[in-house]
């Protein structure tokens, strides 16, 4: 799958560790989380203000994936989810997403939509993509004010923080789960072209892609010792 040549610029900001742990159990997850609940609506009222934002930038296969819809999901996955965001916690979809035999999840905190909130896709201010094993759920990767995994920062992600994201994905039956990131940030660049997160079967974690969609990117320890796609 090809796309378009992503915009460049600096990535990865100096010295904040990665949030981000493989096996990193839910009670844990709680404690360390970076942001609270009253500051998501602060976040989310700075994102209804950026209604230009990323208008532009969506990838021509993912145009229909621009709006998933939030998924009925059983107890069990909206509990998980909740653990790891807190109860304002959307199910955006889940199952077997990379395709190895374990149940996955997307979740996010949603920003509503409202007349001044019409960006394509979903608006979040967090998301979470983690994954069952043995019964217990543990985070894959984290996108809150920055991306990261287990291994660091992922490649061709923004250096500042960022605010929100728009989320797009589609499901592909030989690739399986694409993930698409848009990082929205007040008063920036509107044309700014998204992130494609998918699972490397080699490494066996998700990672982005680079600016042609073809290779995957490896991640980094800090900010700031690797280049970025997006300014």
Known sequence: ???????????????????????????????????????????????????????????PSAETAAKPAASAAPPDIQSAADAFL?????VLTFGD??????????????????????????????AVLAEETDGNWHELVRCDEHLKNEKGYLGGSPIDPVAGWRVQFEKNDVEGFHLYLT???????????P???????????????????????????SLGAVRSYLK
């Open 86 to 90: 807190g109860k304002e916690t959307t």
């Open 97 to 126: 997403l990379a395709k190895t035999g374990n149940r996955q999840l997307l979740a996010a905190n949603v920003v509503p939509k409202t007349p001044k909130n019409n960006l394509p896709g979903t608006i979040v201010t967090r």
């Open 183 to 193: 990082p929205i940030r007040v008063n920036d660049d509107p044309h700014v072209l």
């Open 1 to 59: 799958m090809k796309f378009s040549q992503l915009q460049s610029g600096d990535a990865h900001e100096r010295g904040v560790p990665p949030s981000c742990s493989k096996g990193r159990n839910v009670p844990r997850l709680l404690r360390n989380s970076s942001l609270k609940f009253p500051e998501i609506f602060l976040v989310a009222a700075a994102l209804l203000n950026a209604g230009g934002c990323g208008s532009s930038s969506t990838p």
């Open 195 to 221: 992130l494609a997160v998918r699972w490397n079967s080699a490494v066996k974690r998700y990672q982005t892609l680079d600016r042609n969609y073809e290779h995957f990117l490896s991640e980094a320890p």
